[in-house]
């Protein structure tokens, strides 16, 4: 298993399906090189400290993480501050400020995923065909939209998503 996330870039953040073992082998060395340190006797003091801080390190770094993945606005602030143009973390953090109404931050965001451009991929060339990712965009922006009554923006926006997507119930 290549590790992919160290090799080529990806747009997940973290996903279960990834077996990370590139920390196997330095934790090992780690492990080998306290293991012999600890066996003598006059390094055993500075084993156990170079143990204990390298412990003290991790927990650190977890305990930072862990404040990271509680808070889903400060986890995709994350992503979208490593991965600026990851549209996954734009739609988040625009929905997350759409929910508290905080609506010229969402506004930002969802302009951010319809920036993007996809037309690499071959589906997309037409410009009336947008990915399912702009068009949830899309149909937020119409709902901020009547949110602050600006009906005519509203109408506008939904126009394009039904260009885009004739048969879906908007």
């Known amino acids: 298993v290549l590790p992919t996330s160290s090799l080529f870039p990806t747009v997940d953040l973290m996903v279960v399906r990834r077996v990370y073992q590139a920390n196997w082998g330095v934790l090992l060395v780690i492990a080998l090189v306290y293991e012999r340190l600890g066996a003598s006797g006059r390094w055993r003091t500075w084993a156990w400290t170079g143990l204990g801080l390298h412990l003290a ?9 862990n404040r990271v993945f509680s808070d889903p606005e400060v986890l995709w602030k994350n992503v979208a501050a490593v ?14 400020n759409k929910a508290k109404h905080d609506y010229p931050r969402a506004m930002f965001h969802y302009e951010q995923v319809m920036r993007r451009d996809f037309s690499a991929i071959p589906r997309y060339r037409d410009p ?16 901020i939209q009547l949110d602050e009554k600006n009906y005519d923006r509203a109408v506008e926006v939904l126009e394009r998503l039904l260009r885009s997507d004739p048969g879906h119930e908007y």
Not at 128 to 143: R, S, T
């Open 128 to 143: 009336d065909q947008l990915p399912e990712v702009k068009k949830n965009a899309l149909g937020a922006i119409a709902q």
């Open 57 to 65: 390190i991790y927990a650190a770094i977890s305990l930072h993480r």
């Open 83 to 96: 991965y600026p143009k990851n549209t996954r973390a734009h739609t988040w953090l625009g929905n997350v």
